[in-house]
Structure formats: C-alpha cells, structure tokens
C-alpha cells in the first residue's frame, strides 16, 4: 500500500514529540525516583513542613501528567498542570535569588512553565494517542476533540 503525503507526519508533528518527550523526561524521571525511595521522600517532604498527602500529589501529578504528555493523551490538561506546578515550585521553594544555584532553578522552572504553555496551546500533534484518537473515533464532542 503506498503512503501518500497527507498521511506522513510533518516537520512540526515530529518536534512536537521530541519537545514532549524531552519536557516530560525531567518529571517521569523525578517521580519514579520519589518512588523508589518513598521513606526518605516523604521525610524530606515533611522537612519542608507539607504532609503526605501533598508528598503522594506532587508524585501522582508528575507521573502522570508526565505520561499523559509523553503518549500526548489529555496532554493540554496535563501541561497546564505542570506548567503551573513549575511557577509554584519557582515561587515557593527557589526565592533566594542572591544563591547563584536557586536562581538557576527559579529560571530553569519559569522555562519550563513556558515550554509547557506553549505545548498546551499547540497540542501534542498527529504522532500522538489523542492524534490517533481523533482520527479513528468519528464525531466526538467539540470539547473532547480540544482537549484531545
């Protein structure tokens, strides 16, 4: 069966995974380290005076809208998660910017934020679960469609 243009990925589908994947890889990366040592988190957690549950959230958001970014499922939903989740880890945890290393960390989150914010307004593109979705589920709702 021969390929035609149309059904090809474009240019912009193929940096739209690689900037998923590469925006996510920080936050699997971290929440399944958080993971593997759960005693030791949830002291440390609890150092910066925020109780388990909080501990559990911070784990579940970056695992899962990490994932749901990477497949590019309900990836706008959880870009603006992160996104948000990076101007209050920037606010709350990195704010003396005299350190030279929490500066870099306060600009290394607001980065971050942006790059998730222009991925919830682009969307994850045609190489991705909610792009295939879209194309083999027909008359979806409007909204389920944009947040796809």
């Given at each position: 069966?021969?390929?035609?243009?149309?059904?090809?990925?474009?240019?912009?589908?193929?940096?739209?995974?690689?900037g998923?994947?590469?925006?996510?890889?920080?936050?699997?990366?971290?929440?399944?380290?958080?993971?593997?040592?759960?005693?030791?988190?949830?002291?440390?957690?609890?150092?910066?005076?925020?109780?388990?549950?909080?501990?559990?959230?911070?784990?579940?958001?970056?695992?899962?809208?990490?994932?749901?970014?990477?497949?590019?499922?309900?990836?706008?939903?959880?870009?603006?998660?992160l996104?948000?989740?990076?101007?209050?880890?920037?606010?709350l945890?990195?704010?003396?910017?005299?350190?030279?290393?929490?500066?870099?960390?306060?600009?290394?989150?607001?980065?971050?934020?942006?790059?998730?914010?222009?991925?919830?307004?682009?969307?994850?593109?045609?190489?991705?679960?909610?792009?295939?979705?879209?194309?083999?589920?027909?008359?979806?709702?409007?909204?389920?469609?944009?947040?796809?």
């Amino acid at each position: 069966m021969m390929e035609n243009a149309a059904s090809r990925p474009s240019l912009a589908d193929l940096v739209l995974l690689a900037g998923r994947l590469l925006l996510t890889l920080i936050f699997l990366h971290e929440g399944f380290t958080l993971v593997a040592d759960i005693a030791a988190t949830l002291a440390i957690f609890e150092k910066l005076g925020l109780p388990a549950l909080v501990t559990f959230c911070v784990i579940a958001l970056q695992i899962g809208a990490g994932l749901a970014i990477a497949v590019g499922f309900l990836s706008r939903i959880g870009a603006v998660a992160l996104g948000l989740f990076c101007l209050a880890t920037a606010f709350l945890f990195h704010t003396d910017l005299s350190n030279q290393n929490e500066l870099l960390h306060f600009e290394k989150d607001l980065a971050i934020a942006g790059g998730m914010f222009v991925l919830a307004v682009a969307g994850a593109g045609s190489i991705s679960l909610g792009g295939l979705v879209k194309r083999q589920v027909k008359g979806l709702h409007p909204w389920l469609m944009a947040v796809l």
